[in-house]
């Protein structure tokens, strides 16, 4: 697979965003990556601030910026919110419309493979409203004709998070403490583990053209990812 493709991520101020960002970086396997969001970062690392370029864009007018989502050959989706911070509308309107927004103009844009977290239990079918988006948002991705799209479904994604939600840190602590030391792989999924599954899934070959990734299998192609040093990068993008 080639070393010199453009990635792109939306989402990339989010959790597990940021978890990739920092995966993909330190992976060194791409020439650029491009940041789709709604605000600006200031990175103070150097690598950060030579690999990255930021685009920012209002997502209730998506239709508006196709040339944000030019020029990149890998897309990773890492948007959401919670119906707690957004309503059950706001919740349906980024969960789903820009999701699949984005995933319309990536597709347009020239995008080859494009990755999105959604979450365990994804089910259009359901009576409840946080499954049934998720579900809906994944079947219209599948209508679209990647050439590849890998969807990730996580459990409880476990992250000391920048933003305040009292249930969840309380959730994870009792987690943490609990099933997470004997069975890691039940109800969460470390930032961490899901990044490195995003990435090493990229450059795995002989894979289905669309693929739902259940937490084991996450899990699994996480435990793949080689730590690539500098060096040997180096060497893999010269010959
Ligand atoms: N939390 C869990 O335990 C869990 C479990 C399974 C699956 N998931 C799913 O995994 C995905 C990633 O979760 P996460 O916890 O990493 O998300 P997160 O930390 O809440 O970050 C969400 C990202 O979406 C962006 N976003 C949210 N609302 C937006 C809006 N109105 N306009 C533009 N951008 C918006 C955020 O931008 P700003 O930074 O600008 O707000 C941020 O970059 C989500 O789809 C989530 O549903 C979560």
């Not at 080639?2 to 330190?26: F, H, M, P, R, V």
């Not at 699949?100 to 409840?128: I, M, N, T």
């Amino acid at each position: 697979m080639s070393t010199n493709l453009t990635a792109l991520i939306t989402g990339y101020t989010g959790e597990s965003g940021k978890a990739l960002l920092k995966e993909l970086i330190q992976n060194n396997q791409f020439k650029k990556i491009i940041l789709v969001g709604r605000r600006h970062v200031e990175y103070t690392d150097n690598e950060y601030k030579e690999k990255t370029e930021q685009r920012l864009i209002d997502f209730a007018k998506i239709d508006d910026y196709p040339e944000a989502f030019h020029g990149a050959d890998i897309h990773y989706c890492c948007l959401g919110t919670t119906r707690g911070k957004s309503g059950a509308e706001g919740f349906r309107q980024v969960d789903f419309d820009y999701i699949v927004g984005a995933a319309r103009l990536a597709k347009q844009e020239g995008c080859k493979h494009f990755h999105l977290v959604s979450s365990q239990g994804a089910d259009p079918q359901s009576l409840f409203l946080y499954p049934k988006v998720k579900g809906q948002t994944e079947t219209a991705l599948t209508q679209m004709s990647f050439e590849r799209l890998s969807i990730y479904r996580p459990a409880m994604l476990m992250v000391d998070r920048t933003e305040n939600r009292p249930l969840e840190n309380f959730a994870q602590t009792i987690i943490r403490n609990t099933v997470q030391r004997i069975a890691p792989e039940w109800i969460t999924t470390p930032v961490e583990v899901l990044a490195r599954a995003m990435c090493f899934n990229t450059f795995t070959k002989d894979r289905p053209s669309t693929e739902i990734l259940d937490n084991h299998a996450i899990f699994r192609l996480s435990e793949q990812q080689p730590i690539q040093t500098k060096e040997q990068s180096q060497a893999t993008n010269n010959s």
